[in-house]
C-alpha cells in the first residue's frame, strides 16, 4: 500500500488482528527484512511494516532524514490505518527511529524492542565514521554497500548466510544514493534518548549481539543499568533476526505478551 505524504509515497503493509505491532527496518534495509518472521506476529497480532525515507519504495524527503522526519512518516502511517497505540520493534536505525518516536508520540507506544540497536547518540569516533561513510557512498556506493552488509554478521557467520547476505546486497543496492547519504546524516546527529529507558511506563527490550561491528557490545550494555529495561545478548553480530532468529523469535513473543 500507499500513503501519500508531503509529495511522496511512504510504502507500507498492514495485515493481522490484535494489539498493532509496528516493525522498523534498519538503514539499507527495508520493510521485506521481516517476512520471516512477520508470519508468526499475525497468529496474534496486528502487524505494520513500512519503508523508511528513502528506503526501499518510499521516497526522499531531502539531504537528511533525521530520526524525527523518520518518525513523523510512521506517525502519518498509524493515523492512516487508525491506530492509537503499538508495540514498535526497531533493528538498528529503526530503533533509533522507534525512540524518536517514543519521545514525539509518547502516548502512542505500548512498548518498545531495540533490536542490535541502542538509545544512546553517536560518539564522536561514529560521527566522524558517518562522515567517511558518506564519502564513501558518494565515491563507490556499490563498493561501500557490498563492505556494510558483510560487517553486519560476525566472522564466523558470514560463510554461513552467505546466501543470506547476497540477498541482503542486492537490496541493499536498490537504495538511493539519496537515501543512503540522508540516512547517514539523520544517525549522525540524533539525539540521547537514554532517558526514555529510565521513565517509560511501558515494558523495554534490547537486544545486542557481542561481536556486533556496528554497535561495540561493551559500549551499549550498560545503558539498561538501573532500569526496567530488559537486556538480551547473543553472542553473534548485528542481525539477530537472521544469525539467532530462533531464540529471538522467542524472545519477542514473550515480550509482546507483557505490553
Given amino acids: 500500500m500507499q500513503l501519500a505524504y508531503k509529495n511522496i509515497n ?47 519504495e518510499t521516497g526522499c524527503l531531502g539531504y537528511i532524514h533525521t530520526m524525527e ?3 513523523d512518516a510512521v506517525h502519518a502511517v498509524l493515523h492512516e ?13 529503526g530503533g533509533y527511529v522507534a525512540m524518536a518516536f517514543a519521545e514525539l508520540y509518547p502516548d502512542m507506544v505500548k512498548g518498545i ?9 553517536d560518539s564522536e569516533e561514529k560521527k566522524l565514521n558517518r562522515d567517511r561513510a558518506i564519502k564513501a557512498v558518494k565515491r563507490d556506493a556499490s563498493g561501500f554497500i557490498r563492505l556494510a552488509i558483510s560487517n553486519l554478521f560476525s566472522e564466523e557467520n558470514r560463510e554461513r548466510f552467505l546466501p543470506e547476505i547476497e540477498a541482503l546486497r542486492a537490496q541493499a543496492l536498490q537504495t538511493p544514493l ?3 547519504v540522508a540516512a547517514l546524516e539523520g544517525m549522525k546527529v540524533r539525539k540521547d534518548r537514554e532517558v526514555i529507558l529510565h521513565f517509560a511506563p511501558y515494558p523495554i527490550m534490547v537486544v545486542l549481539g557481542e561481536k556486533d561491528q556496528s554497535l561495540p557490545y561493551n559500549e551499549h550494555y550498560d545503558q539498561v543499568d538501573n532500569t526496567a529495561a530488559k537486556l538480551v545478548t547473543y553472542p553473534d553480530g548485528h542481525m539477530s533476526h537472521i544469525e539467532n532468529r530462533d531464540a529471538l523469535l522467542k524472545e519477542l513473543l514473550e515480550f509482546f505478551k507483557k505490553c
Fill in 10 to 56: 511512504i510504502s507500507y503493509t498492514d495485515s493481522g488482528k490484535g494489539t498493532a505491532v509496528v516493525l522498523l527496518h534498519g538503514f539499507l534495509e527495508n520493510q521485506t527484512m521481516w517476512d520471516d518472521l512477520k508470519p508468526e506476529f499475525l497468529k496474534k497480532y496486528r502487524v505494520v511494516t513500512l519503508d523508511h525515507l528513502g528506503h526501499g
Fill in 69 to 71: 522526519d523518520m518518525a
Fill in 81 to 93: 490505518l487508525r491506530i492509537r497505540k503499538a508495540i514498535l520493534v526497531g533493528h538498528s536505525m
Fill in 113 to 121: 524492542v531495540l533490536q542490535n540497536s541502542t538509545a544512546r547518540p
Fill in 178 to 180: 539519496q537515501g543512503i
